[in-house]
């Protein structure tokens, strides 16, 4: 099943106790372009090939103070890469 059954959803919220996204998630969002991260879970290993497919570009970080939003967003510019997640995505705050 994927997770948006939707075609008109321009941004999707994950939400704090998500810790994995599987392979090709995003591919039915054809107008989806935001992800919004809410977790503090994801790895480099839990978001392999998520994006691929899909037409998401940005990643927002909002997991809680600015200080950690931060810190969040290095780690997930690591994991949100092309060779990765299947797509680049520009992680910001």
């Known amino acids: 099943m994927h997770v948006c059954l939707q075609k008109y959803v321009r941004e999707i919220v994950l939400g704090k106790k998500v810790r994995k996204i599987k392979k090709g998630a995003f591919k ?3 107008k989806a372009k935001t992800l919004v ?3 503090k879970r994801l790895k ?7 994006l691929a497919g899909s037409k998401v570009s940005k ?9 950690t939003n931060e810190r969040y ?3 997930y510019k690591k994991a949100f890469t092309k ?3 299947g797509r680049k995505a520009k992680v910001t705050l």
């Not at 480099?44 to 998520?50: E, F, H, I, L, N």
């Not at 990643?59 to 200080?67: L, P, R, Y």
């Open 28 to 30: 039915s969002c054809k």
């Open 37 to 39: 991260a809410e977790t």
């Open 44 to 50: 480099r290993s839990t978001v392999r090939k998520s």
């Open 59 to 67: 990643v927002k970080v909002s997991v809680g103070t600015k200080k």
């Open 73 to 75: 967003v290095s780690k």
């Open 83 to 85: 060779a990765n997640a």
